[in-house]
């Protein structure tokens, strides 16, 4: 369980980084964009060929599909309500969250991080190390969320101090959500281990439908299509060496 917890540490360790990069270089919208959208890529391929190939071989079509449903229906639920308690613009670049309530830009920050270092966890499940791809997917995704909205936290008047405080917060949650995505399911069987991987994915790629594509291409244009392929590739190969 330290180990997985370790291993969630370190994807959420990008996001204190994106945060202090953010504050302090300030890119531009365009470049955090195209990183979005190199992010996004990533993390589609370790869906794919690290979650739900893997909850396919352990639970079969059934738990895949009972999983993917249920994790798109509850990421899509929880994110309606954050976004309608002040939620809604909280990886924006472009200052949104002034209008937006702090509460529930924090709650809505841990509930987009939690799928993600969850599926650390479940990575390390069979004894035989942790799935490398996935870590660095969520580490690669992370970074350029947390860039985004920094910057647009500082924008709406956040000092930087709370700002990194907040992502500190959402790391240190990120570790506790890796261990429990493992000790939690230890002894579990696989077809449930495989409804809970394809749980993950399912509200994992909900969430990059939901908050991170749409930045990517309303900042980054046409291109992102073609730097999210080149996303998706490097994850791929990466997973393939691994």
């Known amino acids: 369980m330290l180990a997985a917890a370790g291993w969630g540490l370190v994807g959420g360790a990008a996001l204190v ?14 470049v955090i964009a195209l990183i979005m959208a190199f992010g996004a890529g990533v993390l589609i391929s370790a869906l794919t060929f690290e979650l739900t190939e893997e909850a396919f071989r352990r639970g079969g079509t059934v738990a895949v599909a009972a999983g993917l449903v249920a994790g798109a229906l509850a990421f899509f639920a929880a994110d309606w309500v954050i976004d309608r308690r002040g939620g809604a613009g909280r990886k924006r670049s472009g200052g949104e969250q002034a209008d937006g309530s702090a509460t529930a830009i924090v709650i809505g920050a841990l509930m987009d991080g939690i799928p993600e270092s969850a599926a650390i966890g479940l990575t390390l499940l069979e004894g035989g190390g942790v799935g490398v791809a996935v870590v660095a997917a969520v580490f690669l995704s ?9 910057v647009g936290l500082r924008r709406a008047g956040g000092r930087p101090s709370h700002i990194l405080a907040m992502w500190v917060a959402v790391a240190a949650v990120s570790g ?3 261990a429990l995505g493992y ?13 809970v991987q394809a749980f993950a994915a399912g509200a994992i790629l909900t969430m990059l439908a939901d908050t991170m594509m749409p930045e990517a291409f309303e900042h980054g244009g046409g ?5 999210t392929v080149a996303g998706f590739a490097a994850a791929y ?6």
């Open 183 to 195: 000790g939690l399911l230890d002894s579990a069987s696989p077809v449930l281990v495989g409804a």
């Open 17 to 30: 980084l994106g945060a202090g990069i953010g504050l302090v270089a300030r890119p531009s919208q365009r």
């Open 176 to 178: 506790l959500a890796a």
């Open 237 to 242: 190969l990466l997973s393939a060496a691994s």
């Open 142 to 150: 992370n970074m350029p969320e947390s860039i985004s909205a920094a």
């Open 223 to 227: 291109v992102v299509g073609l730097v």
